[in-house]
């Protein structure tokens, strides 16, 4: 059985700790007009997250080398530590905009700045849409404008904001946690987006994490716990790393994947160092339940998909083989495609471990297939040979929508895990786009 | 212009060389009763390829680290110079079959050396088709005895050769060549299979190429040059390295990947070595010219393929950047779905490239689209910057069943080139299979 957890969930999302507001409004930024893609129902395009006193901040950004104008502002904000305000859009990722994009991002935050009498510098932007057309900024200025007198801590507002932020997705990805420092209640809540283009591989400092290849995922996390803003950056590293930076839907990394969160210290803790263990050890603990909900969230709607699956591999030489491994599978265009049709093809799983550059021999690979969070394993190949286990009883197993697929190398100690869903006729349908019609095509 | 080739293209294949026979035959490889991937027209599954006299050998083989058992077989064998006889199967792959695998593997090419009274380590064997499924040896035995007395050197037994090796081809894929070395008459011919886990990352040595990552696609190619074997395997490394490793329809490499070249000496020229220049030079254009012509044909049979796109990278920083950059656009989900659409979504190529391992800046990029062998470019970019040229105007090429992308990296003197195909519906729906008759599912 699982340790019980030192925190517990609570419902809201980005506004669940204290001094954060938030406020979303319907701008008309993708200048839709009467296309087919046209936001009838004008769904919200535009939010603003917003804490009350400055907050210590930290930043993972794509490390695409084709990255989006508000991820290279943002970057270089983070790294001082210090933000009081997010502004992010949909509709346009205001990426491959040139000169003229980074400016347009610094305009964001500094009318989201001018609005909230905040210094400029401590805002924050994302943006997340089609690439290579520049942002419709007389909109957005109005958006903004009309969205800073609406900020409020309510959960229907933050419910909102994560709907604004939504592309392709099909809903809302919210979650949130409270655990106790001391005695003070501390709360994590956030919120995300990301449905397609979705292999994030983000970095706090620009090196490419090893393994990590490619979204777009957007992800918000706020928080009132007193940390410091170098802990923080280092928290949100470990958090992203067996979250964020462990999923895949199709393998496309983007140019505008970010996960920022701001941490106001309002709830009144000693603030968190990296001297401070067992604080430190709650907090991480937290905030890696936060990203990895968010995470699975954008799998499980993740477009098309009709199977969430874990592929966890064991007795890797090595770390980075391990995650090597488990990626080559999760990204397997024919692995992915015999899912959708709940076909146990492992066959092709050990085609694409064997395209992999993870070591392995193959008359030592175990292979096994669970039911999510079951200790049974059922094996399909022992010592690289098959089973006795029958073709019907494993596509018992696939036939459901969620199920674990587990690969022994037995070649030493590294792990590596990945989330990811299947690869349907719907992925196709959704991304061939409508050339009728520019503005459904998404970035 | 494009110079005038130095060899003209033929009637035929695999039998157009002196000196080469085939036949083949529909021994049940699959062990279909009643199933609904039943083999009702009784397609030929077997297929054998003799040169009158012992010939000089080569092979390039999948850098997989899960190798088939015929893979295994072939190697040591061609790596001695000589081979005089091919068997091949469609219907199952001989692979995750382990010792058992290997024995069989080796039983076919005692049976065909025995047959023909050569030697059986003078004979190759490959198979494609499902994995990890052991061959059904009563069958294929039965299948060679049957064979063996229906060799002959028309082009009807070449054609149904052709159609023997197909698993998921929708048709064969065969050419030939003929050309003058001195006085004598040189042919080389070939057929070749493959639709799906497409993109071979073949070698001759085991060492991967460096671009290169993953198909089952197999090559048989004859010729009646007189050759060394170590030039012959030179000129075979070259050959695929622009054509058979420059392909990719769904980024997955096989477990069986193969090509294979006989050559008979037959036609009498002066035997070539790596010191014959002209003669040399002469011989590799043609042996390009035949792997290119097949290689494209698998990308042009692609499952579900609608189109035809072939990817130049032009002023990466190194050869390997190029290719890398060629291989990561040719391979991009939302690049290929965009395409199916006919949507020109530029930016998806973007991320793709951003997301690759090839060194670029965004601001140096230029992207264009062509009709295929023209010369006039249709830029979408300068410099990272869109261009005038409309929506509607790149939709137009676009639209087309085939045409070409240029990034133009201006960092340096790299190329890289790859042909690819779009990602449709109709690939899902195919390799989704059927999991009511496992013996539909391919490898």
């Known amino acids: 059985m699982p340790k019980p957890s030192p925190f517990s969930v609570i419902d809201g999302s980005i506004t669940a700790a204290q001094g954060f507001s938030t406020s979303s409004v319907f701008c008309d930024i993708k200048k839709l007009g009467t296309g087919k893609g046209s936001n009838k129902g004008k769904k919200h395009d535009l939010a603003v997250i917003y804490s009350e006193v400055p907050a210590t901040a930290a930043g993972m ?64 932007v994302c ?32 419910h909102a904001s994560a709907q604004a932020i939504m592309t392709s997705d099909t809903r809302p990805k919210e979650v ?28 706090g400092t620009g090196a490419r994490p090893a393994a990590a290849l490619h979204a777009t995922m957007l992800g918000f996390i706020t928080t009132d716990a007193a940390i410091q803003s170098a802990t923080l950056q280092k928290c949100l590293d470990h958090a992203v790393a067996q979250s964020f930076n462990c999923i895949t839907v199709d393998g496309d990394m983007s140019t505008n994947d970010t996960v920022l969160v701001l941490a106001n210290g309002l709830a009144g803790n000693k603030t968190i160092t990296d001297l401070s263990r067992a604080d430190l050890a709650k907090f991480q603990a937290a905030l890696n339940y936060v990203t990895l909900q968010l995470a699975q969230k954008i799998v499980r709607d993740g477009e098309g998909a009709t199977k969430f699956v874990t592929v966890r591999v064991h007795g890797a030489k090595t770390a980075a083989d391990g995650q090597a491994a488990a990626r080559a599978v999760a990204n397997g265009a024919l692995v992915k495609t015999s899912w959708f049709g709940c076909d146990p093809n492992w066959g092709r799983i050990l085609g694409a471990l064997g395209a992999s550059s993870c070591t392995l021999v193959e008359e030592k ?12 394993l059922t094996y399909a190949l022992r010592r690289g040979q098959p089973t006795s286990v ?31 869903c299947d690869l349907s006729e719907e992925y196709v349908d959704f991304n061939k786009g409508d050339v009728t019609d520019p503005t459904s095509l998404g970035g």
């Open 365 to 376: 690979i175990d292979l096994a297939y669970a039911l999510p969070g079951s200790k049974k």
């Open 127 to 158: 943006s997340t849409g089609r690439i290579g057309v520049t942002m419709p900024m007389a909109n957005v200025l109005k958006g903004i404008a009309a969205a800073i007198p609406l900020l409020a801590s309510g959960v229907e507002n933050a």
């Open 61 to 124: 950004y794509t490390t695409s080398q084709v990255c989006a104008a508000p991820v290279k502002v943002c970057a270089g904000r983070t790294a001082k530590g210090w933000a009081q305000a997010i502004v992010v859009n949909s509709g346009n990722a205001n990426a491959c905009t040139g000169r003229q994009g980074v400016k347009d991002a610094e305009a964001m935050t500094n009318a989201v700045g001018a609005a909230l009498g905040v210094d400029p510098l401590t805002v924050l």
């Open 390 to 420: 029958t073709f019907a009883q494993l596509c018992k197993i696939v036939a459901n929508p969620e199920f674990e697929l587990h690969v022994f190398l037995n070649l030493g100690r590294g792990e590596g895990t990945m989330y990811t």
């Open 176 to 203: 949130a946690v409270q655990f106790k420092l001391g005695a003070k209640v501390v709360r994590i809540g956030g919120m995300c987006k990301g449905a397609g283009m979705i292999q994030p591989g983000m970095s």
